[in-house]
Every structure is written in C-alpha cells, then in structure tokens.
C-alpha cells in the first residue's frame, strides 16, 4: 500500500498548479503530518504531469528532495494535455491522454526526474506502456517500478504476463540479471559515452 499526492490530473481545474514549488511544499508537509498520526509507515508519493517546464521539473525535484517535504517516490507521469502528432477528429477533444500518445513525453519526463533527484527518489513510471521494450525504455530512464493503466483496458490482463515475458527476453540479450542493474541505465551509458568521446 501507498498513498499518492496526485496533483497532476488534467481533469480538475487549477489542481496542476499545485506542482508549483511553494504550493507542493506546503501541501506534503500537511500530508506528512496527518499521515504520521494515521499511518505512519505507509509510504507517500507524488504523481506528476508530464506537460512540466524545464524549472517546473526542477522546482519539483527540489521539494521532495527537501527533508522538509521529501516524499518516498514519484509516479511519472499522468495523462498529457499535448495533442501534438494527433490526427483524429477527436484530437480536439478536452482531458488527458494516455496510451501510446504519452508514451515518450512520459519516459522523458522520468529522465528528467531520475536525472534531477540524483536517482535518490523511487520513480514509478506510467505512459504507454504496452510491451516489454516500453517497460524496458522507462526502466532505464530511471524508474524502479511500472504501472498499467491503458494496456490493461485494451489487451486486459493478459498484457501483464506479456510485458513480464518480453521484458525477461530483453534482460537476458543485454545479459542483464537483476532489473535493478537497468534503472538508470540509459544515463550510465550517455555518461561513459561521453566520457569516451573526449
């Protein structure tokens, strides 16, 4: 069990200004304090947008770094308000989009915030993931854990043992055994690469 701060939700108006640094602060930190009388061993986390400016990201990493409102994880990401690439008659329709849409906007906003926390806060990433090489993707953009929601609802149940499947394969051509050695991966690699180079 878990509880989630979500202020990212793209369906209730004014809520996504709560991600703001003073206001995301002062609202953990109320949290945290009725969550230390009621349950105080359950972990708390934040669910973020991932239609964030560059010092909106920052400014976030900041506050759950802080011990003052640090918090135990982040979910990354929400639903995307970006319509950018659609084509449908429906792209104009208001609310989030999930799936395959958020996809790449998610998994980078997970970099991002891998990169910002120092890798120090639990990220659970979530945007369309629907195969192994999706999970495999946000893995090694930093996140320690996935979550499901649109490939549930379109290939049902089943798609878990499919990811976990696919998910194995990949593990084991990169000859990697433990999941862990990949969170992160992708900016180990950049970093050697760079290092390489000059």
Request: hydrophobic share 35%; with cysteine.
């Amino acid at each position: 069990d878990y509880l989630v701060i979500n202020v990212s939700s793209p369906n209730t108006p004014g809520l996504r200004s709560l991600q703001g640094k003073e206001n995301l602060s002062n609202l953990i930190q109320e949290v945290v304090k009725h969550r230390d009388i009621k349950c105080p061993k359950v972990p708390l986390l934040v669910k973020i947008a991932p239609d964030l400016t560059s010092q909106d990201k920052e400014d976030i990493a900041s506050t759950v770094l802080d011990s003052k409102s640090r918090v135990d994880g982040l979910i990354v990401s929400n639903t995307t308000v970006s319509r950018e690439g659609l084509e449908s008659k429906h792209s104009v329709e208001t609310g989030g989009l999930s799936g395959k849409p958020l996809r790449e906007k998610s998994t980078q906003t997970i970099a991002d915030m891998y990169l910002l926390t120092n890798g120090e806060i639990p990220i659970i990433g979530v945007g369309g993931v629907g195969s192994g090489q999706d999970a495999y993707e946000k893995i090694c953009a930093g996140a320690s854990l996935i979550q499901l929601y649109s490939a549930l609802v379109f290939q049902g149940p089943p798609v878990v043992t499919k990811i976990r499947r696919e998910l194995q394969e990949i593990l084991e051509k990169e000859g990697i055994s433990n999941i862990s050695q990949a969170v992160g991966s992708a900016h180990k690699n950049k970093t050697r690469n760079e290092d390489s180079a000059t």
